[in-house]
């Protein structure tokens, strides 16, 4: 998502505004996070002297504990998404856990959701990664009054969850593919996924091929799986580049695939030989293969957003009973290439390279 802000139009003026403004306030004092001062002038209907008080110091301490189920617990990619997690939690005084699987086992992380079920947790953010396996584990959820919200992934159209928080995954692929079309031109293009099937991914490389295969020039080779653990990838694409070493073009869909082609295209020399690569996300190797040129891109998806802005909705939404209602976020795609890696090449909690940078 490109432009992150929304212009007043001539349609909304300032009559719908001054409506929208005095029921928010008014839903603001009915959840207790309104100052004395703030409550006074709504009662009298200032609206203005309202806004001037604004609200309490502290918001509600209310000691709530919310489960990440994940489907690959300890890769990188979600160091910074714990992060948003953990720093809504200190600013709202909660606590979150993070569970599920390292492999991306459906079985696994359905356990966990049902785990979190029992101990009444008091809401669930989950990566839904299959079309229908997280569907009656959340319609348990909420049966027991538990909120669920996906970030991530959001891979069914029948799953109940309240909203998603993540990015449009098909649309990010097309974003993708019309890039490496850019970039290529004409060759052999291979696309590589760690888990073929697995909803946090697949779409990307469904959108991707959906441009390329009609791409003028572009030779799409068969998609390549690579496995969910990082040793694993990288020994794949080599073995797999071994046997295509006409190709002029490899890219990926997921982080640890997108570091084995890197370190493929380092090892033998294939950025003098004229290949292209690239894919996504941000850990510090692939910012720094970027900033060297050995990546043509990298795909930055706000991996902190996806976990900071689960806990402010499942928060409000149980602080509320349901009066703020969540709702869905897309955390965009954006490329980053030689000429934007300059921000990303300083610590920053954002990407995962610190835990303790924020201002960059």
Not at 112 to 137: L, R, S
């Amino acid at each position: 998502m490109e432009q992150d802000t929304l212009e007043q139009t001539p349609e909304f003026g300032r009559s719908e505004l001054e409506v929208s403004r005095r029921t928010a306030l008014r839903t603001v004092a009915k959840l207790g996070l309104g100052s004395a001062a703030m409550v006074a002038a709504l009662k009298a209907g200032h609206i203005e002297d309202a806004l001037a008080a604004g609200r309490s110091d502290a918001l509600p301490q209310k000691g709530y504990h919310f489960v990440f189920v994940n489907h690959v617990t300890t890769n990188a990619f979600f160091t910074p998404t714990q992060s948003g997690a953990a720093d809504a939690c200190k600013l709202l005084g909660c606590s979150f856990q993070w569970t599920g699987s390292a492999t991306s086992n459906v079985a696994e992380m359905v356990k966990a959701m049902q785990t979190a079920t029992a101990g009444k947790a008091d809401g669930i953010a989950v990566a839904i990664i299959d079309k229908n396996a997280f569907d009656a584990p959340t319609n348990a959820a909420f049966a027991a009054g538990i909120p669920v919200i996906s970030y991530n992934a959001d891979g069914s159209p029948t799953n109940k969850r309240l909203a998603y928080i993540g990015q449009d995954l098909f649309l990010s692929g097309v974003g993708m593919g019309q890039r490496i079309a850019a970039l290529v031109g004409s060759g052999k293009v291979g696309l590589f996924i760690a888990t073929p099937g697995s909803l946090n991914i697949q779409p990307r490389i469904d959108g991707a091929r959906s441009v390329l295969s009609k791409s003028s020039g572009i030779t799409l080779l068969p998609d390549v799986a690579t496995g969910a653990l990082i040793a694993q990838e990288r020994q794949a694409v080599e073995a797999w580049w071994t046997g295509h070493q006409d190709v002029k073009g490899m890219f990926a869909v997921d982080q640890g695939t997108t570091q084995g082609i890197v370190q493929t295209v380092q090892k033998h020399g294939l950025r003098a030989k004229g290949v292209k690569c690239g894919g996504y996300d941000l850990p510090p190797a692939l910012v720094q293969a970027v900033n060297n040129g050995l990546a043509d891109f990298t795909i930055d998806q706000q991996p902190y957003l996806q976990g900071f802005y689960p806990v402010i909705q499942l928060y409000l939404y149980k602080l509320s009973g349901g009066l703020v209602g969540a709702e869905s976020m897309n955390t965009g795609i954006k490329f980053v290439t030689k000429s934007t890696v300059g921000q990303y090449l300083k610590p920053n909690v954002y990407q995962g390279s610190s835990t303790s940078a924020y201002q960059i």
